[in-house]
């Protein structure tokens, strides 16, 4: 299950900082979220980064010796267990451990604090996709952010994209990535709501950093539509790197977005991310019965006619009696005999 802080409505909500990086350090952690709180942000997102779990950690002492059948299953089942045991559990702060004086800062302001769970994973090969989408450990967190190698992902994504929220990557790389220039997949895997994630802290150690950092940023900015669906994060992993939602709205100046549209940066587009993987979560997924028309209760026929031609169908008549044993003895009879008159 998701952690129970996204049952809370996102009403009210204001800034976000979707990642403070957990490196197993709890006191760390504790801090990045007091310090995130005292800069202004209402909503965090705790991350841990577990690289590429799906790396095969089978090798064969001979690379041309044939496996037999039955040793290879063996190994799937060994590889199986190895991927479960090293996919962490979500990590949240104790809220008694906050500093009491922040939190109450932002009640006065009308805020609600959240804290949510996010994973990031690094995917290099297309099955590792659907390895992920399976997973039974994915469901436990919020969010879901993935780092590709090539533009065959962002296909991949566009079209079955549902458990991943967030494409993200290393803007102070002097690497490219290759797929950053593919603007028509980018555009498709934003159309789906997935968003793109410029992580700005390690731009604030030195002029090379930053220098990589707006280059790939204005890169990013241009092939997505001026910044559509993409947001700003620290990444940090120590307090410093830690700037306010409205010096972070700022940097859109550096990076080709419109002054006026840099706080969608830490607010609105953050605030869309948490909404979906909400509906991801908890929104019900039921099955549809279809019928003629002639077989459709009409507006005009009294409860009892109506009651009689959905009693029909086999669904709801199984339903109808699944739920007599919870309603009033009135209701269980009135539902019997109308059964009877169907029958």
């Known amino acids: ?97 906050l500093n009491p004086v922040d939190l109450k800062r932002l009640e006065s302001e009308g805020k609600v604090f959240r804290q949510f ?99 790939n940023s204005r890169l990013l900015m241009e092939n997505t539509q001026k910044g559509r669906n993409v947001f700003l994060s620290s990444g940090s992993t120590d307090i410093i790197q830690i700037r306010g939602p409205y010096d972070v709205a700022n940097m859109s100046c550096l990076i080709g977005l419109d002054s006026y549209k840099g706080i969608h940066l830490v607010s609105n587009t953050p605030k869309n991310i948490l909404l979906r993987s909400q509906a991801r979560h908890f929104t019900i997924k039921g099955a549809i019965n279809v019928a003629d028309l002639e077989h459709v209760p009409h507006r005009d026929k009294i409860p009892v006619e109506a009651l009689k031609e959905l009693l029909k169908v086999e669904e709801f008549r199984k339903q109808a009696e699944n739920g007599q044993e919870n309603d009033a003895d009135k209701v269980k009879i009135e539902i019997e005999e109308i059964k009877m008159e169907v029958e």
């Open 1 to 97: 299950m998701a952690s129970s802080s996204t049952t809370k409505s996102i009403h009210g909500f204001r800034f976000a900082e979707l990642n403070l990086r957990h490196m197993g350090n709890k006191k760390n952690t504790i801090d990045l979220v007091n310090r995130a709180i005292r800069m202004g942000y209402d909503a965090v997102a705790i991350n841990i980064d577990v690289g590429d779990p799906f790396v095969d950690r089978i090798q064969q002492t001979l690379e041309d010796e044939e496996v037999p059948k039955k040793k290879r299953k063996q190994q799937k089942r060994v590889q199986n267990e190895e991927e479960l045991d090293i996919f962490p559990t979500p990590f949240k702060v104790n809220i008694s451990d």
């Open 117 to 215: 769970s996010r994973v990031t994973l690094t995917l290099s090969d297309s099955t590792s996709v659907y390895k992920m989408m399976n997973h039974p450990k994915i469901k436990l967190f919020d969010l879901v952010a993935i780092r590709i190698s090539d533009t065959d992902f962002l296909t991949t994504l566009a079209r079955k994209g549902d458990v991943v929220d967030i494409v993200t990557f290393d803007p102070c790389d002097s690497q490219r990535q290759s797929w950053m220039c593919a603007s028509k997949q980018i555009q498709a895997v934003a159309a789906e709501g997935i968003a793109f994630e410029l992580t700005y802290g390690n731009a604030l150690n030195d002029s090379a950093n930053r220098r990589l950092f707006f280059a």
